[in-house]
C-alpha cells in the first residue's frame, strides 16, 4: 500500500512538472512570436563615486581599492524590427569603493579626542562607499549582428542602505574656515560618517554591449554613470558632488 502511494505520488510530481515545462515553452514560443525575448543576468560592479572634474580640495589619491559590487537583474526587450528594440528590467545591485587620499582645505565634520569638529581639513583621509541599489534601465537595443547585441539610455536607481565613512589623520583642521584656529590630529584619527545624508535616489546614463556566446548564454559588460549628487541636496558639508562611475562586467541566461 505505501509502495502504491508513494508510486502515485512520484508519477504526480512528474506529471506536474512535464505540464509545467509545456506551458513553459508554449509562452516562450508566444513571447517569440511577439517579439520578446527574456533574460536573467548576473556580473560585478568596478568603479568608484568620486567628484568630476576632481576638485583642487583633492591634490592626490594614494590608494584605491574597489569592493566586490555583486547584481542580478531580470529583463525584458521588445524587438520592433529585426534589429531595433526597447529593453528595462529590474536590477538589484551594490557599488563602493574604498580611498585614502591627501587633501587640502577639505570641508569636513568629523568626531575625535576634542569631540565634535568642523572646519578645513589638510591632511590624510580614509573613505568607504557602499551602498545598495533597486535599479530600472531604460535602453534602446541594436543588433550589430547574430550574435553582438550594443544598447543605451538611461536608468533610475532607489538606494535600499547606504554608507559614506572614514576617517581624517596626518594632519590639521582650521576652525570654520581655512583661516580659523588650528587643530592638529595625528596618528590617532577623528571618524566621519555621512551615511544618513545620501540621497534615495540616482540616475544617469548607460552604455553596454552584448556577446551570445551560446544558444541561451550571454557576456555583457556596460558602463553607468550616475548623473546625480550621491548626497541631498541640502547637505553643504562637501563642497563638491560625487557621482557613481562604475563598469559591470557578467554574464546571462538567455530563454
Known sequence: MKKN????????????FVHAQDETTKGLIWSSSKGLEYSIKAGFNIGGTAPFPLPEEIRSIKSYTPSLGLNIEGSVTKWFSKKWGAETGIRLESKGMRTNARVKNYSLEMTGEGGYLKGRWTGLVKTKVYNTYITVPLLASYKLTSRWKLHGGTFFSYMTEGEFSGEAYNGYLRDENPTGSKVEIGEEGATYDFSDDLSKFQWGAEVGAEWKAFKHLS????????????????????????????????FGYLF
Open 5 to 16: 502511494i508513494i508510486l502515485i505520488s512520484v508519477l504526480t510530481l512528474i506529471s506536474l
Open 219 to 250: 557576456v555583457h559588460s556596460k558602463l553607468t554613470w550616475g548623473f546625480k549628487d550621491i548626497f541631498k541636496s541640502n547637505f553643504d558639508t562637501i563642497t563638491f558632488g560625487m557621482y557613481p562611475i562604475y563598469l559591470n562586467v557578467g
